[in-house]
């Protein structure tokens, strides 16, 4: 019988029973493998060539072993596609922090070829995804209205208190430290808060996402902020088609900066609407909502670990390593726009956000709900 088997599989390849798949450095002795099983395990080799950058076994056994170029906030997102349930790179980052913590992992972005990698943390959140009550979820019919997905999303997972409709710690917070520095009037915060969360349902992103987001550009919500050239809570340039055109404000940019928060916010929508922030996917991600902001042209790269093309001086923050010399990508924006938001708001880093295990619950659901074979 004539077969495609490709021999370096098998070099790179041991199973420790017929139902694990381990991959591992070359060297190792396959075991012997009983002909009644051969078929199951080839196919399972296949799958994994068709799936992995991550190497993972056999999706129920949770554990890893990382391979050359893993990440893993890529393991994640590429366990949780493998069962089903794929979530969006900004999600898999604050998964990877659960995953680190329950190995021991002081730092998530550090880990090394041929680490074993226990994935048991991910289990929790599949279930919760898997449980929801019969009586919250959404008919698939009516997600074929991409314009108004979120919202019926949203109202479907009420009474399990919605993605939306969550506790928000991080915006919260960035909105308290706004309210004491000044930027925000204190009578104005409800308003402005409220006034989040319908952008957040309308373009489909996380609010804390938002907060993250001003936190780079404007130290969380300055109206203020500006470098001569940019201006604003998220940094309106001059220059036509540019951020102050799309406000209205091309012939005199600097007058934005004359606008509270509450007036700057309906400016955002007018620059979300404009740049087609609503359609980057079933959910926007924390990466094309700040690339929405930077450089909008630049989500056409949706590649995590790849180089973007923007222009001029950006904060080390957003570059591979925090090192200007380096370019950045997905990944790295990702990664920058947490930690500065942890820096700032004075958050352990070894916790993405204060109680974001229930937000990283609800933004799996959504998710989960509006596609279920949606990868970003």
Same mark, same amino acid.
């Given at each position: 019988?004539? *077969? ?13 029973? $017929? ?86 992992? $002081? ?26 009550? $019969? ?221 974001? *295990? ?19």
């Amino acid at each position: 019988m004539a *077969t495609n088997l490709d021999p370096k599989a098998f070099i790179r390849t041991s199973f420790t029973n $017929a139902d694990q798949l381990v991959r591992t450095p070359r060297g190792l002795e396959a075991p012997n493998l009983g002909p009644q099983n051969f078929a199951q395990t080839f196919q399972s080799v296949q799958q994994v060539g068709r799936v992995n950058t991550s190497s993972f076994l056999n999706p129920s056994v949770p554990s890893v072993s990382v391979q050359s170029g893993d990440t893993l906030a890529g393991i994640v997102k590429n366990y949780m596609a493998a069962n089903g349930q794929p979530v969006s790179y900004s999600d898999a980052l604050r998964l990877s922090q659960d995953v680190a913590k329950t190995n021991g992992i $002081a730092n998530a972005n550090l880990i090394y070829p041929g680490q074993r990698i226990q994935l048991s943390a991910l289990i929790t959140h599949k279930e919760n995804v898997a449980t929801i009550p $019969a009586t919250n979820t959404i008919n698939p019919s009516i997600l074929n209205n991409s314009s108004k997905t979120l919202t019926t999303a949203t109202s479907a997972l009420q009474g399990l208190g919605s993605f939306i409709g969550g506790t928000n710690p991080l915006l919260n917070k960035t909105l308290d430290r706004a309210v004491e520095k000044g930027f925000i009037p204190a009578q104005d915060r409800q308003a402005v808060y409220d006034k989040i969360l319908g952008m957040a349902q309308n373009f489909k992103f996380a609010p804390d996402d938002f907060a993250r987001l001003t936190l780079m550009e404007s130290d969380g919500m300055n109206p203020k902020a500006s470098n001569n050239r940019c201006h604003g809570i998220i940094q309106f340039c001059d220059g036509p088609d540019r951020g102050a055109a799309s406000a209205g404000f091309a012939s005199n940019p600097k007058a934005i900066l004359n606008h509270s928060v509450l007036q700057q916010l309906d400016m955002v929508s007018k620059y979300f609407e404009q740049t087609g922030l609503r359609n980057q996917g079933p959910f926007a991600g924390l990466d094309d909502l700040y690339l929405t902001v930077l450089t909008p042209a630049a989500r056409s790269e949706t590649r995590p670990h790849v180089g973007l093309n923007i222009a001029g001086t950006q904060s080390p923050y957003l570059h591979v390593n925090r090192d200007r010399k380096s370019p950045i990508t997905r990944e790295s924006i990702v990664q920058g726009l947490h930690q500065n938001a942890n820096d700032r708001l004075k958050i352990d880093s070894s916790s993405t956000e204060p109680s974001a *295990t229930n937000n990283r619950a609800q933004s799996l659901r959504v998710s989960a709900y509006l596609n279920a074979n949606y990868i970003r």
